[in-house]
């Protein structure tokens, strides 16, 4: 009986030790897939016939990291065809504004944000992380009736030609991240790091 128990109180040692380890890797996993749906929801959106405004506009996904810290919040946007997102008058919260092309905006889960966005155009991967000092914004837009996307950087229309785009989330203080890549061809997929 002692030796059974002795048994027991060590599996359930190991166990409780890596359980708060488990339950934010988790939290990371779904919140990653979360984004990652988000992005396929524009794409949705934008090769089917959701209306907004009386027509079929272009709809896209905008992420930034701006003053140097990472973000939390992304938004999903009916866009007027100049593949960027327009804020409107109240870039603080444009949506549910009748001027700006916010439709909806979200936010991450628990300790997460976005720490870095990667652009790559088929012979090298840019990448800006939070901690950089640099303002950087990412669209992804969907035009009908297309399931690719114009990957966008920094609200210029005429900064599109990447191949994908890289949206990494975790948080600042931990080693744990996720990876959401979104190729031009319409993939979209969640992966981890590579670590060499």
Known sequence: MVVVTGIFVMVTGVVMANLPKFRNQ????????????????????????????????????HFDIKNSTANKNFVLFADDGNRVFDPGIDPGDGCGLTVGECLERYALDGPFYILKICTNDGSNEECITYNDGVDISLDLVYRRPFPEPSICVDGNSNDCDYTNATIVIGSPQGDESKLIKVWNNGQISVANPVTL
Do not use: N
Request: glycine share 12%; net charge negative; charged share 15%.
């Open 26 to 61: 988790a939290s990371l996993d779904l919140t990653a897939q979360e984004v990652a749906l988000s992005i396929r929801e524009a794409q949705v959106y934008g090769t089917a016939t959701k209306v907004s405004g009386g027509e079929y506009p272009s709809y896209g996904i």
